[in-house]
């Protein structure tokens, strides 16, 4: 892994490893708490990086505990890769709604099947929002400013999501 190909996900991962050392569960708890509501990053994926930063020598594996999880600390040559990563352009934005998709061929469905799909989606989109509100809340009370800023993102998308949804075309 050169560093102008350090891909998304394993930029997250030696971010939230600036906290200090992590085991792959405890990155992934992390990073449900701290990205969840607008960045997704799947066991698989995760533990699929892991290796390749520490082959890297952007992160050391720490001694075995419990159940021989293992404890991974970001090092020099990580946190100079991660400010590289910061520093690049960070690309063009990719949109993908598996809602507004189906509702693009609203015509081909029938006006139940449709219906029913933006109620599902309302009903997550409201839960995420409070969801979010909540995460918010604790992060401000936690001096985590710039980790709350960026769930105020979260919030604008579901509050978007919902304005849609409620004049998105019915059959």
Not at 10 to 32: F, I, K, N
Not at 59 to 73: E, F, N, T
Not at 118 to 134: D, F, N
């Amino acid at each position: 892994m050169s560093d102008n190909m350090l891909n998304a996900t394993a930029a997250a991962l030696l971010g939230l490893l600036h906290d200090g050392p992590m085991t792959g569960g405890q990155l992934m708890a992390e990073a449900e708490r701290r990205l969840g509501s607008y960045w997704s990053m799947t066991r698989s994926q995760v533990y699929r990086e892991l290796p390749a930063l520490a082959q890297a020598g952007y992160v050391r594996l720490g001694k075995p505990g419990a159940r021989s999880s293992q404890p991974y600390a970001l090092t020099p040559s990580g946190r100079r890769a991660f400010a590289r990563w910061l520093s690049e352009d960070s690309g063009r934005e990719s949109i993908r709604n598996p809602v507004a998709l189906r509702a693009a061929f609203g015509n081909l469905q029938t006006s139940t099947a449709l219906a029913e799909t933006y109620a599902t989606a309302t009903e997550y989109h409201t839960m995420a929002l409070a969801e979010v509100r909540e995460s918010i809340k604790s992060m401000k009370k936690d001096g985590e400013e710039f980790a709350a800023a960026a769930q105020e993102f979260a919030v604008g998308y579901h509050k978007a999501a919902l304005a849609w949804l409620r004049t998105a075309p019915v059959r």
